[in-house]
């Protein structure tokens, strides 16, 4: 044995091969923690000092290679400067260096994922091999940092620098097919065959009949791109990925600049100009909030992974109501495995929810996802039914009829006496009370909320209600199928709106106010694009539907009259609002081409909207005032309502923690992910100042923007919602 560590071992063969093999002790995954690093480092100086070697290769024991570097250490490191960062990374590079200097060859056998710092890992040795069922990618621009481990450096040299661009810009995962093409890897191989063909490629390499040191110097060396290839690759692709990022999330224009400012130096050079530039990036608030993202989305997984473990299995699924949201539930369980009956009381809304899903099969053709064999072996997952014929075998059974209590209530009962009696019932709506739904069941403990968004095919979240009686078992199995369908599900108490309708309302609430005084709304909406959001909130009305605006909007009047009186339809004062005035004109948004906007067809056939005189009248009538309003009175008038009320859904214990309140936020409704959450935003501003600017707003506005007596006291006590190391 050359090393013994508890992530990495190095051990010589019979053939004076090193294998120095990650297998972090304790966990599941490699990742490479600030620890694993240190040991990498005593690993690499034993190698060194053990003479005779003809040759090393690098493996896994885990079933990925590496994920990647411990992102949980990031806040804490981010924090400490771009002094210390760079100095870090330069450490770094220097082991990473001396893995590529060994005085013999060196292979990585490429057993599963690997990500990130483990890509980087790879980059460094001759030649790779890969199995087939492996990926590996450099994403660090969805994490608004860059590859800063030399794969900006390594991987232009390796690739060519249009490839480079595309995987690291686009912070893609690349199948084994795709990295061999690109020349990342030298040879795929089955999963049992890997060791062998690595340990083949090194005894060759070895006794002179492949070139490693011609490979290594290749990328030591500047690219060899004259002055021309350099602007036509490097200028083409940065306005490209700067039209496809956006203004907000600068990682991948950045990355760019680094793989050019390094094109035409060796590596120590291009190196330092990847430290610095990784630095700079990791102290802006878009890395820090999308660190704390990717830790959020971390902590929601773990959750429903054990509600998972609890489950009953949930094999045979039924929707009942096959519209288009029917249809997109089928197509949504079709598609990932799990059969789905799709039952209505009429063969014309069957027909409906069968072309919906159809539609959506058919454009994953398109994309070339799906062969069309495997579209029709898939579509054979729903099966379109006018009875309860076969709902005796059914494990769980989303019921996504008409939103009204009558209706619903009338066919819950009457599946309920259908089913099997440890059959889940889950009803799809995204404001009735669960609890009250549940008055009339025998069994009220295997019902549950499971409410999706639409378009159900792209909306990663679903809410999962528990009810006042819902047992724990309903909860699981509901969990587990809503993970089962590609979906991220959070967990949430009942009350009127539950988490997501509850927090968007008041932020409508204050569109509603802005627009009583005076504001113009195609302003309010570019604003409020500009800052983030992926409409604005009169574009996001017509996309809802004025008319289920209203129903939600009486709901929430009603469960929070104090607050959300004027939600009902009727304005501060008792004027009309704006939502109102739409409704009441027979504008509803998207479903009639008429709402805030008029909409007509682009060439694909989807609704594009048009400015309309009739709407802007419209809106001027409710208005009792003309105000001049700056882009950050328009910002806080609409974000501090939304912020409040996640507060309480909080405090109220309608939302387990501040990480799933934030991640249902961003799935839901499109929260700008760069700004991390309501609760980030808050902790950004520091409680105290939000408490601050809030009771301002209340004094003029109303209890809308009043906070609550706990997030005074959290001011006064300096507390925030993401204590250290999740807050600078």
Same mark, same amino acid.
């Given at each position: 044995?050359?090393?013994?560590?508890?992530?990495?071992?190095?051990?010589?063969?019979?053939?004076?091969?090193?294998?120095?093999?990650?297998?972090?002790?304790?966990?599941?995954?490699?990742?490479?923690?600030?620890?694993?690093?240190?040991? #990498?480092?005593? @690993?690499?100086?034993?190698?060194?000092?053990?003479?005779?070697?003809?040759?090393? =290769?690098?493996?896994?024991?885990?079933?990925?290679?590496?994920?990647?570097?411990?992102?949980?250490?990031?806040?804490?490191?981010?924090?400490?400067?771009?002094?210390?960062?760079?100095? =870090?990374?330069?450490?770094?590079?220097?082991?990473?260096?001396?893995?590529?200097?060994?005085?013999?060859?060196?292979?990585?056998?490429?057993?599963?994922? @690997?990500?990130?710092?483990?890509?980087?890992?790879?980059?460094?040795?001759?030649?790779?091999?890969?199995?087939?069922? %492996?990926?590996?990618?450099?994403?660090?621009?969805?994490?608004?940092?860059?590859? *800063?481990?030399?794969?900006?450096?390594?991987?232009?040299?390796?690739?060519?620098?249009?490839?480079?661009?595309?995987?690291?810009?686009?912070?893609?995962?690349?199948?084994?097919?795709?990295?061999?093409?690109?020349?990342?890897?030298?040879?795929?191989?089955? %999963?049992?065959?890997?060791?062998?063909?690595?340990?083949?490629?090194?005894?060759?390499?070895? &006794?002179?009949?492949?070139?490693?040191?011609?490979?290594?110097?290749?990328?030591?060396?500047?690219?060899?791109?004259?002055?021309?290839?350099?602007?036509?690759?490097?200028?083409?692709?940065? *306005?490209?990925?700067?039209?496809?990022?956006?203004?907000?999330?600068? %990682?991948?224009?950045?990355?760019?600049?680094?793989?050019?400012?390094?094109?035409?130096?060796?590596?120590?050079?291009?190196?330092?100009?990847?430290?610095?530039?990784?630095?700079?990036?990791?102290?802006?608030?878009?890395?820090?909030?999308?660190?704390?993202?990717?830790?959020?989305?971390?902590?929601?997984?773990?959750?429903?992974?054990?509600?998972?473990?609890?489950?009953?299995?949930?094999?045979?699924?039924?929707?009942?109501? !096959?519209?288009? =949201?029917?249809?997109?539930?089928?197509?949504?369980?079709?598609?990932?495995?799990?059969?789905?009956?799709?039952?209505?009381? /009429?063969?014309?809304?069957?027909?409906?929810?069968?072309?919906?899903?159809?539609?959506?099969?058919?454009?994953?053709?398109?994309?070339?996802?799906?062969?069309?064999?495997? +579209?029709?072996?898939?579509?054979?997952?729903?099966?379109?039914?006018?009875?309860?014929?076969?709902?005796?075998?059914?494990?769980?059974?989303?019921?996504?009829?008409?939103?009204?209590?009558?209706?619903?209530?009338?066919?819950?009962?009457?599946?309920?006496?259908?089913?099997?009696?440890?059959?889940?019932?889950?009803?799809?709506?995204?404001?009735?009370?669960?609890?009250?739904?549940?008055?009339?069941?025998?069994?009220?403990?295997?019902?549950?909320?499971?409410?999706?968004?639409?378009?159900?095919?792209?909306?990663?979240?679903?809410?999962?209600?528990?009810?006042?009686?819902?047992?724990?078992?309903?909860?699981?199995?509901?969990? %587990?199928? !809503?993970?089962?369908?590609?979906?991220?599900?959070?967990?949430?108490?009942?009350?009127? $709106?539950?988490?997501?309708?509850?927090?968007?309302?008041?932020?409508?609430?204050?569109?509603?106010?802005?627009?009583?005084?005076?504001?113009?709304?195609?302003?309010?909406?570019?604003?409020?694009?500009?800052?983030?959001?992926?409409? $604005?909130?009169?574009?996001?009305?017509?996309?809802? *539907?004025?008319?289920? &605006?209203?129903?939600?909007?009486?709901?929430?009047?009603?469960?929070?009259?104090?607050?959300?009186?004027?939600?009902?339809?009727?304005?501060?004062?008792?004027?009309?609002?704006?939502?109102?005035?739409?409704?009441?004109?027979?504008?509803?948004?998207?479903?009639?081409?008429?709402?805030?906007?008029?909409?007509?067809?682009?060439?694909?056939?989807?609704?594009?909207?048009?400015?309309?005189?009739?709407?802007?009248?419209?809106?001027?009538?409710?208005?009792?005032?003309?105000?001049?309003?700056?882009?950050?009175?328009?910002?806080?008038?609409?974000?501090?309502?939304?912020?409040?009320?996640?507060?309480?859904?909080?405090?109220?214990?309608?939302?387990?923690?501040?990480?799933?309140?934030?991640?249902? #936020?961003?799935?839901?409704?499109?929260?700008?992910?760069?700004?991390?959450?309501?609760?980030?935003?808050?902790?950004? +501003?520091?409680?105290?100042?939000?408490?601050?600017?809030?009771?301002?707003?209340?004094?003029?506005?109303?209890?809308?923007?009043?906070?609550?007596?706990?997030?005074?006291?959290?001011? /006064?006590?300096?507390?925030?919602?993401?204590?250290?190391?999740?807050?600078?």
């Amino acid at each position: 044995m050359i090393y013994q560590g508890s992530a990495i071992t190095v051990s010589r063969g019979d053939d004076d091969v090193a294998t120095l093999t990650f297998d972090l002790q304790g966990e599941s995954v490699n990742k490479l923690s600030g620890a694993v690093i240190s040991e #990498l480092d005593e @690993a690499v100086k034993a190698i060194q000092a053990d003479k005779g070697l003809k040759g090393l =290769m690098l493996t896994s024991a885990k079933d990925a290679f590496i994920v990647g570097a411990d992102i949980t250490e990031f806040q804490t490191m981010f924090g400490k400067g771009a002094e210390f960062l760079e100095s =870090m990374l330069h450490r770094v590079h220097g082991i990473f260096n001396a893995i590529e200097d060994l005085p013999f060859p060196t292979v990585t056998a490429i057993n599963g994922l @690997a990500l990130g710092g483990g890509c980087e890992v790879l980059l460094t040795t001759d030649f790779r091999v890969m199995s087939d069922k %492996a990926q590996i990618g450099l994403p660090e621009t969805q994490l608004g940092i860059l590859p *800063g481990w030399g794969g900006c450096v390594r991987l232009p040299r390796l690739i060519g620098a249009d490839n480079a661009i595309e995987w690291i810009a686009g912070g893609t995962q690349n199948k084994a097919t795709v990295a061999l093409k690109m020349g990342a890897v030298d040879a795929v191989v089955p %999963a049992e065959q890997l060791e062998e063909a690595a340990r083949d490629i090194l005894i060759r390499a070895f &006794a002179g009949e492949l070139d490693y040191r011609a490979r290594r110097e290749e990328k030591q060396q500047p690219l060899t791109l004259n002055p021309i290839e350099q602007m036509m690759v490097f200028e083409t692709a940065k *306005g490209y990925v700067a039209g496809k990022a956006g203004p907000h999330y600068p %990682a991948p224009v950045e990355a760019i600049k680094v793989i050019q400012k390094g094109a035409g130096e060796e590596r120590a050079r291009a190196q330092a100009i990847e430290a610095k530039a990784f630095a700079k990036l990791a102290m802006t608030d878009v890395a820090f909030n999308l660190v704390g993202l990717f830790m959020n989305d971390q902590v929601v997984k773990k959750k429903g992974s054990q509600y998972e473990k609890q489950a009953r299995p949930v094999k045979q699924t039924a929707v009942l109501g !096959a519209g288009i =949201m029917g249809g997109g539930i089928a197509y949504q369980s079709a598609s990932k495995g799990t059969p789905i009956l799709m039952k209505d009381i /009429k063969d014309d809304a069957i027909e409906l929810g069968l072309k919906e899903a159809r539609k959506l099969f058919a454009k994953q053709v398109e994309r070339k996802k799906l062969t069309t064999e495997q +579209m029709a072996e898939k579509l054979t997952n729903i099966r379109p039914t006018l009875s309860y014929g076969d709902f005796g075998h059914v494990d769980l059974v989303v019921e996504a009829v008409v939103e009204n209590p009558k209706v619903k209530d009338a066919v819950l009962t009457e599946v309920e006496g259908l089913v099997g009696e440890e059959t889940i019932l889950a009803s799809n709506t995204s404001t009735i009370s669960i609890t009250r739904l549940a008055k009339n069941l025998k069994r009220p403990e295997n019902f549950c909320g499971m409410h999706f968004f639409n378009p159900v095919h792209r909306m990663p979240l679903v809410e999962v209600i528990r009810g006042e009686k819902t047992g724990d078992a309903a909860v699981a199995a509901t969990v %587990a199928y !809503a993970r089962a369908m590609g979906k991220t599900p959070i967990v949430v108490n009942d009350c009127p $709106g539950f988490l997501v309708n509850r927090v968007l309302f008041p932020y409508f609430g204050g569109f509603s106010l802005l627009m009583q005084q005076g504001a113009d709304f195609q302003r309010v909406d570019k604003i409020m694009e500009r800052f983030g959001w992926p409409m $604005g909130p009169a574009y996001l009305l017509d996309v809802v *539907g004025l008319d289920t &605006a209203v129903h939600a909007g009486e709901v929430m009047a009603e469960g929070f009259p104090a607050r959300m009186g004027s939600l009902g339809g009727e304005a501060k004062g008792g004027d009309k609002s704006a939502i109102q005035a739409m409704f009441e004109n027979d504008r509803l948004g998207q479903k009639n081409d008429k709402g805030f906007y008029a909409y007509e067809e682009d060439r694909k056939g989807k609704p594009k909207k048009v400015s309309d005189e009739t709407a802007i009248d419209l809106i001027k009538s409710v208005a009792k005032e003309t105000r001049e309003f700056s882009d950050e009175d328009i910002i806080t008038r609409m974000m501090v309502p939304l912020c409040l009320e996640t507060v309480r859904c909080l405090e109220d214990d309608i939302v387990g923690s501040a990480a799933e309140a934030d991640m249902a #936020l961003i799935y839901g409704i499109g929260f700008p992910p760069f700004r991390g959450g309501a609760l980030r935003y808050i902790d950004a +501003m520091g409680v105290d100042a939000f408490v601050k600017l809030a009771d301002g707003l209340a004094e003029a506005l109303g209890p809308l923007y009043a906070p609550t007596e706990k997030l005074r006291e959290m001011a /006064k006590a300096g507390e925030v919602f993401y204590p250290a190391p999740a807050q600078r």
